[in-house]
């Protein structure tokens, strides 16, 4: 029954016509013979026209077979063409530092960002900030706490800025200028800041859009070189799911170890 019901189904779409025809003369020609009823002459015609039949079909097959193995050899010759620019290359991922964040800010829900210091991040989108918690969203501020083997090792990386006490003075200097920000919001939940006794191989900017598409930014602090040539990268959280989830993981974990201020 449902052998039927295909055969109808491609009738009715003008499938496999010349197949069938082939079929049904085959077997009239058969009966025609058994019994008899037709001529020599007519059976030989019908039998020619039946393979006419036959080699125009098998003639389509093979026009669609060769039609499939070209479109075949231009999506090969395609993707050789790509692979042959570099695309995936780690150059064509890899920026020296962030990127303007102002549009991002200004549709975003949450920021949670973490750094050694922050100061620069925190001076250039104080403004971008501020009408963020305004509108009623979320800041998460983390940052190094300066304990004295967080300010030893901050002092070691640095390339320009080799005396602890100084160390200690600006990023104390640091939370201080943050903390301005609480004004700014209408209710505690909004605003806050930590530190941890503990200093990052990176920074993390975080944006977490209203319109459910969110982005983490990674930059890799580097060892004895200014910090604004550091390797840099986006991870989209619809396109890079995990990997944005082990950036907001990583977020998280250093959050729940580190102490309001």
């Known amino acids: 029954m449902e052998a039927l019901n295909t055969v109808l189904k491609e009738i009715r779409h003008g499938e ?7 079929i049904i003369l085959a077997i009239t020609v058969a009966i025609l013979g058994i019994l ?3 001529k020599f002459e007519v059976i030989s015609a019908v039998i020619l026209a039946t393979l006419g039949l036959l080699a125009s079909s098998l003639i389509s097959s093979r026009r669609v077979i060769t039609d499939v193995k070209a479109s075949f050899d231009e ?11 570099g695309v995936g290359h780690i150059s064509e991922l890899l920026t020296r530092a962030y990127p303007d964040f ?7 829900k949450r920021v949670s960002i973490e750094g050694s210091t922050l100061m620069s991040t925190v001076t250039r989108y104080a403004g ?4 963020l918690l305004q509108r009623g969203g979320t800041l998460r501020i983390l940052v190094s706490e ?5 300010l030893a090792m901050q002092v070691f990386r640095s390339s320009s800025l080799k005396d602890p006490t100084e160390m200690k003075k600006l990023m104390e200097g640091n939370v201080a200028v943050m903390k301005a920000l609480a004004d700014k919001a209408s209710s505690p939940d909004q605003f806050e800041i930590r530190v941890m006794p503990y200093l990052a191989s990176y920074s993390l900017a975080i944006i977490e859009g209203d319109d459910g598409i969110s982005r983490a930014y990674v930059k890799l602090l580097p060892f004895q070189r200014p910090e604004p040539e550091s390797p840099t990268f986006e991870v989209h959280s619809q396109y890079d799911g995990e990997w944005f989830q082990f950036f907001l993981d990583q977020f998280e974990r250093m959050w729940a170890q580190s102490r309001k201020v």
């Open 36 to 38: 008899q009823i037709a």
């Open 102 to 108: 102002t549009e991002q800010i200004r549709t975003a």
């Open 128 to 131: 971008e900030f501020a009408r």
């Open 146 to 150: 300066p304990v004295p083997e967080v």
């Open 75 to 85: 999506l090969n010759a395609a993707v050789k063409a790509l692979e042959s620019q």
């Open 16 to 22: 496999n016509l010349e197949l069938y025809l082939t």
